[in-house]
């Protein structure tokens, strides 16, 4: 079956608001076994809305709406549906009840605007909203070349149509439509570019059953792999999925960091916590992101002492005691330096191991010599310290990222 998702609000479309709902909404949708085949977002414009619920009705059987169904007059989804349907606003009691008792919870009075938001439009099915005033409508109808498609409208609150997705729409959906099972597992990589790891797992790739695809997800520093199986047995699908994964693990094991939503610095952080050690960072062209990556970590106290941000010359060599030799004749960004950075701040913290980044991130800085992206990262740990040497690219941000979770894995390898 064909799915279709319509977002409606002008705060979309001039940037002001990211468009999360589609993207969670196709998450859900897949996850129970409902394909969607297009986005398609759109302003609070009546001819608008109107113009895209027919493009949809020609080609779906599933529409699904979010946004322009509140209380105030840029509000025009409720009534614009009416116009689609040939139907009339009506006033639903049952609706009315759920405004008044929320407003009542809060110690409020129900106000006129807000009185309106009982009113459905005359055939739909109101579906309830348990953390707004807004109804979900359900609509279905025929469609010329046999069978219906079925319209629903939520709210554009991210949370409340969630809740409206998880407790109303798709258990109903489900009870209309037999979906197979779709199972996703996810290989995260590190150290290898797209083009590359393509290259080197290629004829796994080629060999893949047909009910089995895979996806590249590149991004700064990781690429993930994402298996998708579809089926109608359950088990039989996991194991499927499972045993390709085991294959590619025999192709690029040193690549493979973790699964699903698995993150690096978590990893570490369990295997740290396991070894009853300590981590610190002194961090030069990082700036800090990785102190942010790592306590982004629930728990991370346990486990991480801290960071010094080591920007300038003058903090390398007063703050970490870097030797204003070493600077001069080897320059910040270079394996003596970081080296003494990782070194010193171990020792100063009483760390057991310790990552050190000095690099030149961009976009200007860059010598022939030494170019944009050129970097440093260096692991201290109770029995070496080493120190590699990388060149990204010239993309300042990238160049951060790529930096800090290089140095994440450099370090998980060295716990492993």
């Not at 079956?1 to 319509?6: A, D, K, L, T």
């Not at 999925?241 to 040193?254: H, N």
């Given at each position: 079956?064909?799915?279709?998702?319509?977002n409606?609000?002008?705060?979309?479309?001039?940037?002001?608001?990211?468009?999360t709902?589609?993207?969670?909404?196709?998450?859900?949708?897949?996850?129970?076994?409902?394909?969607?085949?297009?986005?398609?977002?759109?302003?609070?414009?009546?001819?608008?809305?109107?113009?895209?619920?027919?493009e949809?009705?020609?080609?779906?059987?599933?529409?699904l709406i979010?946004?322009?169904?509140?209380?105030?007059?840029?509000?025009?989804?409720?009534?614009?549906?009416?116009?689609?349907?040939?139907?009339?606003l009506v006033?639903?009691?049952?609706?009315?009840?759920?405004?008044?008792?929320?407003?009542?919870?809060?110690g409020?009075?129900?106000?006129?605007l807000n009185r309106?938001?009982?009113?459905?439009?005359?055939?739909?099915?109101?579906l309830?909203?348990?953390?707004?005033?807004?109804?979900?409508?359900?609509?279905e109808?025929?469609?010329?070349?046999?069978?219906?498609?079925?319209?629903?409208?939520?709210?554009?609150?991210?949370?409340?149509?969630?809740?409206?997705?998880?407790?109303?729409?798709?258990?109903?959906?489900?009870?209309?439509?037999?979906t197979?099972?779709?199972y996703?597992?996810?290989?995260?990589?590190?150290?290898i570019?797209?083009?590359?790891?393509?290259?080197?797992?290629?004829?796994?790739?080629?060999?893949?059953?047909?009910n089995?695809?895979?996806?590249?997800?590149?991004?700064?520093?990781?690429?993930?792999?994402?298996?998708?199986g579809?089926?109608?047995g359950?088990?039989?699908?996991?194991?499927q999925?499972?045993?390709?994964?085991?294959?590619?693990?025999?192709?690029?094991?040193?690549y493979?960091f973790?699964?699903?939503?698995?993150?690096?610095?978590?990893?570490?952080?369990?295997?740290?916590?396991?070894k009853?050690?300590?981590?610190a960072?002194?961090?030069?062209?990082?700036?800090?992101?990785?102190?942010?990556?790592?306590?982004?970590?629930?728990?991370?106290?346990a486990?991480?002492?801290?960071?010094?941000?080591?920007?300038?010359?003058e903090v390398?060599?007063k703050?970490?005691?870097?030797?204003?030799?070493?600077?001069?004749?080897?320059?910040?960004?270079?394996k003596?330096?970081?080296?003494?950075?990782?070194?010193?701040?171990?020792?100063?913290?009483k760390?057991?191991y310790?990552?050190?980044?000095?690099?030149?991130?961009?976009?200007?800085g860059?010598t022939?010599?030494?170019p944009?992206?050129?970097?440093?990262?260096?692991?201290?740990?109770?029995?070496?310290?080493?120190?590699?040497?990388?060149l990204?690219g010239?993309?300042?941000?990238?160049?951060?990222?790529?930096?800090?979770?290089?140095?994440?894995?450099?370090?998980?390898?060295?716990l492993?």
């Open positions: 079956m064909i799915v279709e998702i319509i409606i609000g002008d705060e979309l479309l001039i940037g002001q608001v990211i468009n709902n589609a993207a969670w909404m196709a998450e859900q949708l897949n996850l129970n076994g409902f394909r969607v085949h297009q986005f398609t977002v759109i302003s609070d414009s009546r001819v608008h809305i109107l113009q895209a619920l027919a949809a009705e020609a080609r779906a059987e599933i529409v979010s946004g322009g169904i509140g209380p105030t007059k840029d509000d025009i989804t409720k009534h614009t549906l009416c116009e689609f349907f040939n139907t009339r006033f639903n009691q049952e609706a009315y009840c759920d405004v008044e008792a929320m407003f009542a919870r809060r409020y009075a129900v106000t006129e309106q938001q009982a009113e459905l439009p005359e055939g739909c099915t109101g309830p909203n348990a953390l707004g005033t807004a109804r979900g409508m359900w609509f109808k025929d469609r010329q070349a046999g069978g219906k498609t079925i319209f629903v409208s939520m709210p554009g609150v991210p949370f409340e149509m969630k809740s409206m997705m998880t407790q109303q729409v798709i258990p109903r959906l489900k009870q209309l439509y037999h197979p099972f779709i996703h597992k996810t290989i995260l990589t590190q150290g570019g797209e083009s590359f790891l393509a290259e080197q797992i290629a004829d796994w790739e080629n060999k893949l059953p047909e089995i695809k895979l996806a590249y997800l590149p991004q700064p520093g990781i690429v993930r792999l994402r298996l998708t579809m089926g109608n359950e088990q039989i699908l996991h194991q999925v499972d045993a390709e994964v085991i294959k590619l693990e025999s192709l690029i094991a040193e493979i973790g699964y699903d939503d698995e993150t690096l610095e978590a990893i570490i952080g369990k295997i740290l916590k396991e009853n050690a300590m981590l960072t002194a961090e030069s062209c990082t700036g800090g992101y990785l102190a942010h990556l790592i306590t982004g970590v629930p728990g991370s106290s486990w991480y002492k801290g960071s010094v941000v080591a920007y300038s010359n390398k060599e703050i970490l005691g870097v030797q204003s030799e070493s600077i001069l004749k080897f320059g910040a960004v270079s003596q330096v970081v080296t003494e950075m990782a070194i010193s701040l171990q020792n100063r913290f760390a057991d310790v990552i050190a980044t000095s690099g030149i991130a961009g976009p200007d860059g022939p010599e030494k944009v992206g050129t970097t440093w990262i260096a692991i201290a740990s109770p029995d070496e310290v080493f120190a590699m040497h990388y990204f010239d993309s300042r941000d990238r160049n951060i990222r790529r930096t800090a979770l290089q140095a994440l894995n450099l370090l998980r390898k060295k492993m």
